[in-house]
């Protein structure tokens, strides 16, 4: 029986895990972490990823884990609608995204892969071309080796050697909060360098994200300098902010990476943040490593060449590392007039534009035979 050794227990690697094991594989899954576990923060499942949540037998349950996301669109800091999204379209053409915790789609994820096959507390060192992975308990041989293992992936050195991941000029905020008032309508909220949205979970929290221009690495940013930066914007982002807990927010520095030339090299195939981790702009990041899973697993069983792989999953995720980006850029805009150019083209923008842009993005499907 061939086996898979995945390097990285997160959402990515238990997609790719659950893969395999769906192609009768056996699965070994190589965790530093001495407790799989996830951060608490919201997460946007959308089609394309959900059809390859269906592929991976798990589809329904995060479903019944999950809100459907409805209507939503971005506004000013004042409150007043730049874009709104045309939910009725979006959901004829696509179906709409759902919104979730994080740590429920891992437990589901989890759930679906037997405890045999995770191992905690080891930390690889070294991932060699022809199967090997060189670990603190010892060494794995399998017959592909997968690199799950995140934005500075060990295991990404085998197959392109150091690559400098890029800060993209802004950090995050993100903390989930039970509301004391009506939310009315979601989304984001867009200023002059910072964005704030928050979106409804299926246990009635919300979940709030927020950005912010400033240099990496720098210190403070906790709660009173998110209500200093977003106190006095429009409802309900200042009761949200009251109702939040200083010990659950999460700060972080976004990066991406830079376009690989490949994803694969001898028995080694990236998935996910290893191969192309990308700012949150688009809501792809896990999305694209789930779809990962479901065709390294099929290209893997059908004949073994992982170049098709690569063929396949490289200029589709790097297209969405690339949107992802722009829209961050013009998201974060700070100059005056250039905040106004983009306020008055966001207003001339029709919803239809908006959901045709999206299909390169949300129009994929499984692979079949």
């Given at each position: 029986?061939?086996?898979?050794?995945?390097?990285?227990?997160?959402?990515?690697?238990?997609?790719?895990?659950?893969?395999?094991?769906?192609?009768?594989?056996?699965?070994?899954?190589?965790?530093?972490?001495?407790?799989?576990?996830?951060?608490?923060?919201?997460?946007?499942?959308?089609?394309?990823?959900?059809?390859?949540?269906?592929a991976?037998?798990?589809?329904?349950?995060?479903?019944?884990?999950?809100?459907?996301?409805?209507?939503?669109?971005?506004?000013?800091?004042?409150?007043?609608?730049?874009?709104?999204s045309?939910?009725?379209?979006?959901?004829?053409?696509?179906?709409?995204?759902?919104?979730?915790?994080?740590?429920?789609?891992?437990?589901i994820?989890?759930?679906?892969?037997?405890?045999?096959?995770?191992?905690?507390?080891?930390t690889?060192?070294?991932?060699?071309?022809?199967?090997?992975?060189?670990?603190?308990?010892?060494?794995?041989?399998?017959?592909?080796?997968?690199?799950?293992?995140?934005?500075?992936?060990?295991?990404?050195?085998?197959?392109?050697?150091?690559?400098?991941?890029?800060?993209?000029?802004?950090?995050?905020?993100?903390?989930v909060?039970?509301?004391?008032?009506?939310?009315?309508?979601?989304?984001?909220?867009?200023?002059?360098?910072?964005?704030?949205?928050?979106?409804?979970?299926?246990?009635?929290?919300?979940?709030?994200?927020?950005?912010?221009?400033?240099?990496?690495?720098?210190?403070?940013?906790?709660?009173?300098?998110?209500?200093?930066?977003?106190?006095?914007?429009?409802?309900?982002?200042?009761?949200?902010l009251?109702?939040?807990?200083?010990?659950?927010?999460?700060?972080?520095?976004?990066?991406?990476?830079?376009?690989?030339?490949?994803?694969?090299?001898?028995?080694?195939?990236?998935?996910g943040?290893?191969?192309?981790?990308?700012?949150?702009?688009?809501?792809?990041?896990?999305?694209?490593?789930?779809?990962?899973?479901?065709?390294?697993?099929?290209?893997?069983?059908?004949?073994?060449?992982l170049?098709?792989?690569?063929?396949?999953?490289?200029?589709?995720?790097?297209?969405?590392?690339?949107?992802?980006?722009?829209?961050?850029?013009?998201?974060?805009l700070?100059?005056?007039?250039?905040?106004?150019?983009?306020?008055?083209?966001?207003?001339?923008?029709?919803?239809?534009?908006?959901?045709?842009?999206?299909?390169?993005?949300?129009?994929?499907?499984?692979?079949?035979?």
């Amino acid at each position: 029986m061939s086996t898979a050794i995945i390097v990285g227990g997160g959402i990515g690697g238990l997609a790719t895990a659950i893969a395999f094991l769906r192609k009768g594989w056996d699965v070994e899954v190589l965790e530093r972490a001495t407790t799989i576990a996830e951060v608490g923060a919201g997460l946007s499942v959308w089609p394309n990823a959900l059809r390859a949540l269906d592929a991976l037998g798990v589809g329904a349950e995060v479903r019944a884990r999950a809100t459907e996301e409805g209507a939503a669109g971005i506004r000013d800091s004042k409150g007043t609608w730049l874009s709104r999204s045309d939910t009725d379209l979006l959901r004829a053409r696509y179906r709409l995204p759902i919104m979730m915790h994080r740590a429920d789609l891992f437990d589901i994820l989890r759930a679906a892969i037997p405890e045999s096959a995770l191992r905690t507390g080891i930390t690889v060192s070294e991932a060699r071309t022809d199967g090997t992975v060189v670990h603190s308990a010892g060494t794995s041989t399998g017959d592909v080796v997968v690199g799950a293992d995140g934005i500075r992936s060990v295991v990404r050195r085998a197959v392109c050697g150091e690559v400098a991941p890029r800060y993209s000029g802004y950090t995050a905020w993100r903390v989930v909060v039970t509301p004391t008032e009506p939310m009315g309508d979601l989304g984001e909220s867009w200023g002059r360098g910072e964005r704030f949205g928050y979106a409804a979970l299926a246990d009635g929290r919300v979940y709030c994200f927020a950005t912010g221009n400033m240099p990496a690495g720098t210190a403070g940013g906790g709660l009173a300098e998110l209500r200093r930066r977003f106190g006095t914007w429009h409802a309900p982002i200042p009761g949200l902010l009251a109702a939040a807990d200083e010990g659950a927010l999460l700060k972080h520095d976004l990066y991406d990476l830079p376009a690989l030339k490949t994803y694969v090299a001898g028995r080694i195939a990236l998935v996910g943040d290893a191969a192309h981790a990308m700012t949150p702009n688009l809501g792809q990041g896990a999305c694209q490593a789930i779809e990962d899973a479901v065709v390294l697993a099929e290209v893997a069983t059908r004949d073994g060449d992982l170049t098709r792989y690569d063929a396949e999953r490289r200029p589709r995720t790097q297209m969405i590392v690339t949107r992802s980006r722009r829209i961050g850029a013009i998201a974060q805009l700070s100059a005056a007039p250039l905040v106004a150019l983009r306020n008055a083209v966001l207003r001339l923008t029709p919803s239809t534009a908006q959901a045709n842009a999206l299909a390169p993005v949300l129009d994929w499907h499984p692979p079949t035979r």
